[in-house]
């Protein structure tokens, strides 16, 4: 399918590792000028830069000044900006909501929601000057599904989908459609790294890492084909909400979590 993606000027945030980085290697095929920004770059971004026309800018997204700095960066080269994407969100796995303070609150509030909200807030002027911009978010099935072991998160998630479905109702009628994507477990580095939650499970489980993502996720967590998602399949997802080809899809929430809800 031909995306027409070819020369459009997207940003990513969270864009180093992960689902982020899937979504810069997928539009840069495509031909788009892509900004990418997070707190630091990684062998893998670099090696998008080098064979693509991707900017990488470090900057930390969770500050009131970041998404400023991301947008202008990209307007000063580029000229113009159509898609945003909101990809950065972070959680921790937590033992209890009693051990949550306000300043954890606050942190995860900070990468989860608030980047978006500032990031939406430097960017809409100029994709309202753009033909067919977008905006997709990164949500998460936490957003409707909440777990106690990522509560915070959890919350922050449902008010991402919620700006969501705000920002499509103000802005769409103006040329800027706005759609959130709600992933299921990715295996992404905030699965993988170490302290994450596949270490996390297989404590509980008594099993290794590897183990607890391949089986015991996919087992207990009831997912229909067997499988966490990979990084690529949100960002194939990612690219057709972000082109022209969705271009009467805004408001709407795309779930990609192998059958694991399993209401409708
Ligand atoms: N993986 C999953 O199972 C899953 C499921 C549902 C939804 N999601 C959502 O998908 C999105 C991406 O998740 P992921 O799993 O790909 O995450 P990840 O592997 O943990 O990667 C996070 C990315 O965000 C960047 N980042 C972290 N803090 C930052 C900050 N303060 N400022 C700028 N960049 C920052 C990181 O780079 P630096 O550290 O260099 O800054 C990295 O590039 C998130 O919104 C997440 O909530 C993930």
Do not use: C
């Amino acid at each position: 399918m031909e995306l027409h993606l070819k020369n459009k000027v997207a940003i990513v945030t969270g864009a180093s590792k992960g689902i982020g980085l899937a979504i810069v290697e997928a539009l840069s095929r495509e031909g788009a000028h892509v900004v990418a920004g997070s707190r630091s770059s990684t062998p893998e971004l670099d090696a998008l830069r080098d064979k693509y026309d991707v900017t990488v800018v470090p900057v930390d997204l969770s500050t009131a000044d970041g998404a400023d700095s991301l947008v202008e960066r990209a307007v000063d080269r580029h000229g113009r900006l159509d898609i945003l994407v909101n990809n950065l969100g972070a959680g921790s796995p937590r033992p209890s909501f009693l051990e949550l303070d306000d300043s954890e609150w606050q942190r995860i509030f900070d990468l989860t929601f608030f980047s978006a909200v500032r990031a939406g807030r430097a960017a809409l002027p100029h994709l309202l000057k753009s033909e067919g911009a977008a905006i997709v978010n990164i949500s998460s099935i936490n957003a409707r599904l909440p777990f106690p072991m990522v509560v915070d998160y959890s919350a922050a998630k449902a008010a991402l989908t919620s700006l969501t479905k705000s920002l499509s109702e103000e802005f769409a009628p103006r040329g800027v459609r706005v759609n959130a994507i709600a992933p299921g477990p990715v295996r992404t580095p905030f699965w993988t790294a170490p302290g994450g939650f596949a270490d996390v499970t297989a404590a509980a489980a008594g099993t290794t890492a590897q183990e607890a993502i391949d089986v015991v996720v996919p087992q207990s967590m009831g997912i229909s084909t067997g499988r966490v998602t990979e990084p690529h399949e949100v960002a194939d997802l990612a690219l057709f909400l972000a082109s022209p080809v969705a271009g009467n899809i805004t408001g709407a929430e795309f779930v990609i979590d192998g059958g694991q809800i399993k209401t409708t």
